[in-house]
């Protein structure tokens, strides 16, 4: 190759380089952005389901069954529910692992919680929503609500 030729190849080099990197960099800023729309989805979702328990009392119809007023306690609640989580799932690798264990953590319990109080579920039966199955699902519940709160900053204790 002819010496006058070098500043063009040199050029045409760093221009392809400089082009890869600006690839690498979006492609890294991408999925930065995408990161933090994954956690703020989902933190945002498990607020939702919390204040939605709150409202609806269901901690406590729980409790008081679990005290001995026990009775069968049925709900209809659709699994669009949790229509972040089931849409999200695939890009929870990129949050940390703190929270990725937090959430799969809520999630699990409160889907623990839910198939028991759903019709058909463990207590739309009363052979089988006896006090000690609703002290079960009570834990699970607090567990999940503690768990929701640190997750999102709040006194887990609330």
Known sequence: MPPALYPQVLTGVFTLLAA????????FLDKSKRKDAVR????TEVASIIG???????REMIRLRAEG?????????????????DSLIGDIGLLNREDVIGLISF????????EDIKPGGTFSRLESATPEA??????ILDDA????RGLLG???EK
Not at 20 to 27: N, Q, R, T
Not at 107 to 114: E, G, H, K, L, T
Request: net charge negative.
């Open 107 to 114: 999630y699990m319990s409160i889907m623990a919680v839910v």
């Open 69 to 85: 007023d026990v009775d069968t306690l049925t709900a209809v609640i659709p699994n669009s529910y949790r229509v972040v989580y």
């Open 52 to 58: 939605i328990i709150e409202k609806r009392n269901y």
């Open 154 to 156: 709040i006194d887990p």
């Open 40 to 43: 703020y989805a989902l933190f």
């Open 20 to 27: 890869f990197g600006a690839i690498v960099l979006k492609h």
């Open 145 to 148: 609500l503690s768990t929701g």
């Open 134 to 139: 609703y002290q079960e699902a009570l834990q």
